[in-house]
């Protein structure tokens, strides 16, 4: 059994920065593709970044592009994800997913085996 636990949502203004953090149980988690979605009031939940398993892959929706970060830490069994330039719309709860067999469908739910309970960003004016 894999857990997937997020942290470092909270309440920022405007233009500000968080740095979430997702740390993933598992002996294997080095060969897994992550990524980060998220779920808005209201809206359906939808991809935000995505991290190859070696981590020389990134992807991003268009509308953080610039503005957000993936990263990992293969030793401690980690995926980041930076976010400045925050804006009112990005206001969400964030949730981190693995993917074992590293699909190419990245931005696609269903690739994603495991998830975490997601954390909380509220961004204000």
């Known amino acids: 059994q894999v857990s997937v636990v997020e942290s470092g949502g909270g309440l920022v203004q405007a233009g500000g920065s968080l740095r979430l953090s997702c740390v993933a149980s598992?002996?294997?988690?080095?060969?897994?593709?992550m990524a980060w979605f998220r779920q808005a009031p209201g809206k359906e939940r939808e991809f935000v970044a995505a991290?190859?398993?070696?981590?020389?892959?990134?992807y991003y929706r268009s509308s953080v592009k610039g503005r957000f970060t993936i990263s990992r830490d293969n030793a401690e069994n980690t995926v980041h994800l930076q976010m400045n330039g925050l804006k009112y719309e990005d206001t969400a709860v964030y949730y981190c997913a693995a993917d074992p067999w590293g699909s190419s469908r990245y931005s696609e739910e269903r690739t994603y085996e495991h998830w975490g309970q997601g954390t909380q960003v509220t961004v204000s004016l």
């Open positions: 991290i190859s398993w070696s981590g020389a892959s990134t």
């Open positions: 598992s002996q294997t988690y080095s060969r897994y593709a």
